[in-house]
């Protein structure tokens, strides 16, 4: 479906929508948009300040933007993959993209700390660049992932499901810059050998391609794991403002 498509199906769109909140919140949940109506703005102007995008199929921001009062914004279980290219929200607080296609942590922090000064409350849950004790190499990877993720944005209150502890704080400026969790880029297309050092790799033990391990990657997210963790999310619902108490709002 083309953009124009999407556009097309509007009045569908904005039948569903919920405004809540005294007309500062609206929810388009589960419309399969793959882009953003820019009719949403022109219905509900420019008081929204929180905006909820969960279950749909938008791998971009466009027409974001329009909405300049966002606090709080929502895009849980959608198909980003970058957020670079989002415009800047100087008041925003409250960030969710749980379950989607995040594989780089660094480029996720470098584009909240220029775009998002005010961020307070950030969930990265399920994506590639969140690794969890079930899933990782290491059952430390998620801490590990925390520490380095408080020690870069040390303004967060909440970092997934959980508050941030005084304790953690601690711990982060202490050793969070070496926490760092390295995750593999399965965006870049492997290059091909060179003729000189094809017979080298021919000899040498199998390593797994970028784009199969991605392939594995996205397969394992449909598999079950058993055990207990605080951390693990499951998906079902938007976790918008789940953990977030009204005192801390």
Same mark, same amino acid.
């Given at each position: 479906?083309?953009?124009?498509?999407?556009?097309?199906?509007?009045?569908?769109?904005?039948?569903?929508?919920?405004?809540?909140?005294?007309?500062?919140?609206?929810?388009?949940?589960?419309?399969?948009?793959?882009?953003?109506?820019?009719?949403?703005?022109?219905?509900?102007?420019?008081?929204?300040?929180?905006?909820?995008?969960?279950?749909?199929?938008?791998?971009?921001?466009?027409?974001?933007?329009?909405?300049?009062?966002?606090?709080?914004?929502?895009?849980?279980?959608?198909?980003?993959?970058?957020?670079?290219?989002?415009?800047? $929200? &100087?008041? !925003?607080?409250? =960030?969710? *993209?749980?379950? #989607?296609?995040?594989?780089?942590?660094?480029? @996720?922090?470098?584009?909240?700390?220029?775009? $998002? &000064?005010? !961020?307070?409350? =950030?969930? *990265?849950?399920? #994506?590639?660049?969140?690794?969890?004790?079930? @899933?990782?190499?290491?059952?430390?990877?998620?801490?590990?992932?925390?520490?380095?993720?408080?020690?870069?944005? #040390?303004?967060?209150?909440?970092?997934?499901?959980?508050?941030?502890?005084?304790?953690?704080?601690?711990?982060?400026?202490?050793?969070?810059?070496?926490?760092?969790?390295?995750?593999?880029?399965?965006?870049?297309?492997?290059?091909?050998?060179?003729?000189?050092?094809?017979?080298?790799?021919?000899?040498?033990?199998?390593?797994?391609?970028?784009?199969?391990?991605?392939?594995?990657?996205?397969?394992?997210?449909?598999?079950?794991?058993?055990?207990?963790?605080?951390?693990?999310?499951?998906?079902?619902?938007?976790?918008?403002?789940?953990?977030?108490?009204?005192?801390?709002?």
């Amino acid at each position: 479906m083309s953009a124009t498509d999407n556009t097309s199906t509007s009045d569908d769109v904005l039948d569903g929508c919920q405004l809540t909140n005294h007309g500062k919140h609206l929810s388009v949940v589960s419309k399969d948009l793959s882009i953003i109506p820019s009719s949403i703005f022109s219905r509900f102007g420019v008081g929204i300040e929180s905006l909820d995008f969960s279950f749909n199929n938008l791998k971009r921001a466009e027409n974001l933007n329009r909405f300049t009062n966002l606090k709080s914004l929502v895009l849980d279980n959608n198909q980003i993959e970058d957020i670079r290219h989002f415009p800047s $929200f &100087p008041n !925003l607080e409250t =960030l969710w *993209l749980n379950n #989607n296609n995040i594989y780089d942590l660094d480029a @996720t922090i470098e584009a909240c700390l220029q775009k $998002f &000064p005010k !961020l307070i409350y =950030l969930s *990265l849950l399920k #994506n590639p660049a969140c690794p969890n004790e079930f @899933t990782g190499n290491d059952t430390d990877d998620y801490q590990h992932y925390r520490l380095y993720v408080l020690y870069r944005m #040390n303004n967060l209150k909440f970092l997934d499901s959980r508050q941030v502890t005084d304790e953690e704080r601690k711990e982060a400026a202490r050793r969070g810059k070496f926490c760092k969790v390295v995750t593999p880029d399965y965006t870049q297309q492997p290059q091909q050998p060179t003729s000189d050092v094809q017979e080298e790799n021919d000899s040498a033990e199998p390593k797994m391609d970028l784009l199969a391990a991605k392939d594995y990657y996205d397969k394992e997210k449909t598999h079950s794991y058993f055990g207990y963790t605080r951390h693990v999310y499951t998906g079902k619902h938007s976790e918008g403002n789940r953990f977030i108490r009204n005192s801390d709002l």
